[in-house]
């Protein structure tokens, strides 16, 4: 069976018609950024409504009988038992444990479907087609077909990520709304310590930095690629580096750049990765640190003053957030 690796250019959604719509930049410039008030957006979705359109990310989808099992071996999380409908997240390690791929994903029974930060999935569909050998899994981008969204409401049925089909995707919006844009998803999943494939993280990031044992990793299933490093360090409790939620200083009036230095004194401990305006916090960002660097050390990044929150702990390695005074 064959693949198709040839990634159709995105769509630019048909959201950004709607009153009010910016479009985002760079990766994100199909979609939305904000529809006139991103404050109000926050606050929308952290009061379980609206949506968000992310249909800018891309959709692949697995066929055949042995995709679960054939997943299974490859990416770090339990798959032979996932339950129609299920969202799940996984990872694909390289032999030493860096992260090459990461994906969420829902089977519906007949066919599975992931997606992708925007531009990742030719990397991961060619990934895939050379470990198939002789498995019975067909391999297809289908991100002109299927769009990502994300709705609040928490665990209810339909709610947070699911995919539509594209040529719906207004129908969806009229349905569903308000609509919100991806500053205020991004607020919000930076607070929540969630990193971001390819910004939060770089070519030496391990699951254990990031808090992805909660989340894209299980620790008592069969053999992966790049399991040992995994399980050593989450054994010895002491990851290289740590994912930290930053509190910027707000009289600033801009945003680090990701990948700038953050230092500590005259000395580098780390680098920034994405950052967003908090209707709440105000400026915050998420980086990579030194697992050394003392959880009170005031940093400076970027030319802005950065005060730390755990996020990963430097000493267990494992996702910890202690509750919030």
């Known amino acids: 069976m064959t693949a198709s690796t040839t990634r159709p250019e995105t769509p630019v959604s048909p959201l950004l018609a709607l009153p009010g719509a910016v479009a985002g930049d760079g990766v994100d410039a199909p979609v939305a950024a904000h529809y006139g ?24 989808r697995i066929e055949g009988p042995e995709r ?15 339950a129609p409908g299920v969202v ?27 997606w992708t930060e925007p531009g990742r999935a030719a990397d991961l569909l060619g990934f895939l087609e050379r470990m198939k050998f002789w498995t019975e899994v067909t391999l297809t981008d289908v991100t002109t077909e299927h769009a990502l969204v994300w709705r609040g409401g928490g665990e209810q049925p339909g709610r947070g990520y699911r995919l539509v089909p594209r040529e719906q995707l207004t129908v969806f919006a009229e349905a569903a709304g308000p609509a919100c844009g991806l500053w205020a998803f991004e607020a919000l999943r930076i607070a929540r310590g969630e990193p971001r494939f390819g910004l939060d993280t770089d070519h030496r990031t391990i699951p254990n930095e990031m808090g992805w044992l909660e989340t894209a990793v299980h620790l008592d299933k069969g053999c992966y690629r790049g399991q040992e490093t995994v399980a050593r360090v989450h054994n010895l409790g002491r990851p290289p580096r740590r994912l930290t939620l930053l509190h910027l200083d707000g009289s600033e009036n801009r945003l680090p750049v990701v990948g700038s230095p953050v230092l500590a004194g005259e000395k580098q401990v780390g680098t920034v990765g994405t950052s967003a305006r908090h209707h709440e916090l105000g400026p915050i960002a998420l980086a990579l640190l030194k697992r050394s660097t003392p959880v009170e050390a005031s940093l400076l990044v970027d030319g802005i003053a950065a005060a730390q929150e755990v996020v990963v702990d430097p000493e267990v390695g494992r996702h910890f957030r202690p509750p919030r005074a």
């Open 88 to 114: 799940t997240q996984a990872l694909v390690l390289s032999p030493q444990g860096h992260v090459e791929h990461e994906f969420r994903a829902v089977d519906d029974g007949a066919a599975l479907l992931a």
């Open 68 to 82: 679960l099992t054939w997943l299974h071996s490859l990416t770090t999380q339990h798959l032979l038992d996932l």
């Open 37 to 60: 008030s991103f404050n109000g957006e926050q606050r929308t979705l952290e009061s379980g409504e609206g949506f968000v359109d992310l249909s800018h990310h891309d959709v692949l």
